[in-house]
C-alpha cells in the first residue's frame, strides 16, 4: 500500500461499514417493535432512513403514510411524538440487546483501519446507536481487534446524522483538522450527507452495507445478475445524494483513499 501524504483523518460508520453486514441488526428490531403494536413496516422501509440517530429514525418510520393509515386503522388517531417516544423506549433495550450478535467485522475492515493507523492517519467513528448499543458492541470489536482512535455515538450530540456535530466531535477527541483532509466512510445516504455537511471526501459503501441489505452468506449465495443489478442502484443512490466516490466495501477502499489523497492540497482542500 502506498504511503497516504495529505488525509489526516477517516471516519467510519459503524454497521454496514466495518460490523454488521448487511446492516441486519437495526431492521430487524425497528420490524419487531411495529409488529407488537400491529403495524406492518417491511424490510425496505426499516431500511430507508437508516443512519439517522435511532430516534430520528423511529419518527420518520412512524409518519410513512403507510404506518400512519394503518395507525389510524388501528387506535383511531394519527401518531403522535409520545408514540413516538413509547417506540423508541422499547426499541432502545431490544437493539442494545441484539447488536451483540452482529458485531462481527467487516472483511478488509481491521485491515483498513490497522494501515491508516500505522501510517499515522487518525481513525474516528460516528454512528446512530446511542451509548448503550455501543457498550454491549465496543467490547466486541477490541477483542476481534476493531480499534478505532475515537467513538461518538449519536447520544452524544445535540442531533444526528445528517448534522456534522459527531464528526466534529471526532476531530475534537482526536485533535485533528483541517476538515478538508479527512474522508467520511459509510453506507448510507445519512452516512454521505453528514460528511457532506461537515466538509469532509465521503466515501458510500455499496454491497456490505444497508443499501444492498444482504447478510454475507446471502450476498454470497445471491443470482450474480441480481445483485450486481441491486449494487448498481445502491451505487447510484449514494452518488446521487453527493458522495464523491463509491466502493462495494471497506476492502475496496484503499485506492480510492490514494485518490483523494492525490487530489488534496493543504490550501485548496476538495477540488
Known amino acids: 500500500m502506498n504511503k497516504l501524504e495529505n488525509i489526516k483523518a477517516v471516519i467510519f460508520d459503524w454497521a454496514g461499514t466495518i460490523i454488521d453486514y448487511g446492516c441486519i441488526a437495526p431492521t430487524q428490531v425497528f420490524i419487531e417493535v411495529f409488529e407488537r403494536r400491529g403495524i406492518k413496516v417491511t424490510v425496505d422501509e426499516a431500511r430507508g432512513p437508516m443512519g439517522l440517530a435511532k430516534k ?126 479527512m474522508v467520511k466512510i459509510g453506507d448510507t445516504v445519512a452516512d454521505v450527507e453528514e460528511g457532506i455537511n461537515a466538509g469532509l471526501w465521503t466515501i458510500g459503501l455499496t454491497k456490505s452495507g444497508n443499501e444492498v441489505g444482504l447478510s454475507l452468506a446471502e450476498a454470497g449465495n445471491a443470482d450474480p445478475a441480481w445483485l450486481s443489478d441491486r449494487i448498481a442502484f445502491a451505487g447510484n443512490k449514494l452518488l446521487d445524494a453527493g458522495a464523491d466516490f463509491v466502493a462495494e466495501g471497506v476492502w475496496d477502499c484503499w485506492p480510492i483513499l490514494e485518490e483523494i489523497d492525490r487530489r488534496i492540497t493543504h490550501k485548496a482542500g476538495k477540488l
Open 56 to 181: 430520528d429514525h423511529v419518527r420518520t418510520l412512524i409518519h410513512l403514510e403507510s404506518v400512519e393509515k394503518q395507525w389510524n386503522e388501528k387506535f383511531g388517531k394519527s401518531p403522535i411524538e409520545s408514540d413516538v417516544d413509547a417506540i423508541y423506549a422499547e426499541l432502545n433495550p431490544g437493539l442494545a440487546t441484539i447488536v451483540k450478535n452482529f458485531s462481527e467485522p467487516i472483511p478488509g475492515a481491521i485491515e483498513l483501519i490497522n494501515e491508516l493507523k500505522r501510517q499515522g492517519i487518525k481513525v474516528g467513528t460516528t454512528t446512530g446507536y446511542v451509548i448503550e448499543m455501543m457498550d454491549n458492541i465496543l467490547p466486541l470489536a477490541t477483542a476481534a481487534g476493531l480499534i478505532p482512535d475515537s467513538v461518538v455515538n449519536s447520544s452524544e450530540v445535540p442531533f444526528g446524522r445528517p448534522a456534522p456535530w459527531m464528526i466534529y466531535k471526532n476531530c475534537e477527541k482526536m485533535d485533528v483538522y483541517p476538515l478538508s483532509s
